[in-house]
Structure formats: C-alpha cells, structure tokens
C-alpha cells in the first residue's frame, strides 16, 4: 500500500540553525501539508502547497519556514535559523484531490537545543 | 474561529464499548475526520464523515454527527487492547484549502 515517508525520524540542531525535514508524498498525489505537534499539544497546520505553490500558510509560517517540490517526488520544508520552541513533531501530509483522504507521514521529530 | 475540542481521557474495560466525543465550532465544515496516533507513530485515518450524513458504520467503528450541536462522536464497539492509542477528531477549515484543523486528541486507555 502506498504510504507517505519522512527523513529523518529524528533531528537534533543547536538553535540558530537551519534544517531541511525531508518527505516523498504518496506518487500521484497532488496537495501536500506541513503540520506540526509539540509535545501535549494539538497537531497545528502549517502549510499546505499545490501546483508548486502555497496555497495556505498559518501564522506560525513565517520568514523562517520555506517548502520546496524540487523534483517532482520530495517536499521539503525548511527552517532556516532554529528556535527552541520550533522543537516539535513535524508530520507531511498528502492527499489527490483537496478534500477527502489525507494521509500522513510518520513524522519527524526536531529538537532544537 | 476555527476550534475544535475533545476529552483528554478515557478509560475502558476489553471488550466494552468507547464512545469518543469531540466538539467543534465551524458550522460550515464539510468533512470531519477520526485520527488514531499510536505511540511513536505517524497519524492514521480511520474514518471520515460528510457533514450531509448523520451517521458511518465501518465494521467496529461508529461515527455519529449531530450538526446542529456540532457534535461528533467515535464509538467503537468491542474495545480491544490493541485500540488504546490517541484519538484525533479533525475537521476540514473553512478555506479553500484541505486544512484539518484537529482536537487536542483523547487517550483511549483499554484494560485487560
């Protein structure tokens, strides 16, 4: 059965910097998604992307957070000058059409000392 | 704006009956969904329901929605050991994106 992947399942980086969280999305998916879960909290949209766009970004997108498609199978998202509170679980999400089945990587666990 | 609420725990004998609830505030939800996250691991869809129906059976999995109270319910019936992860009720936002806004989840704890 197709699944979503993530890589690493695990990353530690000192605070201020950048990281690069890997997925390769479900093959002919077309609407991909960032979210994330700190510890005992709710999982929170980051950013969803289609057509190698951003179609919607939440407050906590900011400057310091990007996503690419570079090359038709990985999306990536990256922070580029890491805090402490960006320390969380970091799922990729993928779905074909806009509304129905989104189904989510393992996650990536970032902690950020 | 958008919200949706859900119990922290539950706890329940092997082979009763779970009813998780979950509560959200966009009246104009299309699709509500039910997450289960098992320790360590990524995010599992088990069922999702279109805000025109009532109710979704799927073998143990009972899914009721009451729209005027924006309340959505899981029941899963013959709970197994194997059951006891995090529940994550989620709802489709109101943009034109697929955005799931999700619960803070419900630890289902099931004993022997």
């Known amino acids: 059965e197709p699944e979503v992947t993530q890589t690493p399942s695990h990353q530690v980086t000192q605070m201020g910097q950048e990281v690069i969280l890997r997925c390769v999305p479900i093959?002919?998916?077309?609407?991909f998604y960032w979210y994330r879960q700190i510890l005992g909290q709710k999982v929170e949209f980051l950013v969803s992307f289609y057509n190698n766009e951003i179609s919607e970004k939440s407050e906590i997108f900011d400057d310091q957070f990007s996503v690419e498609r570079p090359d038709g199978s990985n999306f990536t998202l990256k922070i580029r000058s890491t805090k402490l509170e960006d320390s969380a679980m970091y799922f990729c999400a993928s779905t074909l059409e806009e509304v129905g089945e989104q189904f989510f990587g393992p996650g990536t666990r970032l902690t950020v000392l | 704006g958008e919200d949706v609420e859900q119990s922290l725990f539950l706890s329940v004998r092997e082979g009763d009956s779970s009813v998780i609830n979950c509560t959200y505030t966009?009246?104009?939800?299309?699709?509500l969904y039910w997450y289960k996250q098992e320790p360590g691991a990524g995010l599992q869809l088990l069922t999702y329901i279109f805000s025109n129906m009532d109710m979704k059976q799927d073998q143990r999995l009972t899914v009721l929605l009451n729209k005027k109270d924006k309340h959505l319910s899981l029941r899963i019936a013959d709970t197994q050991t194997g059951d006891s992860a995090i529940y994550f009720c989620a709802e489709k936002g109101s943009s034109n994106t697929g955005k799931l806004i999700f619960g803070q989840g419900t630890t289902l704890q099931v004993k022997p």
């Open positions: 966009d009246s104009s939800s299309t699709y």
């Open positions: 093959s002919n998916h077309l609407y």
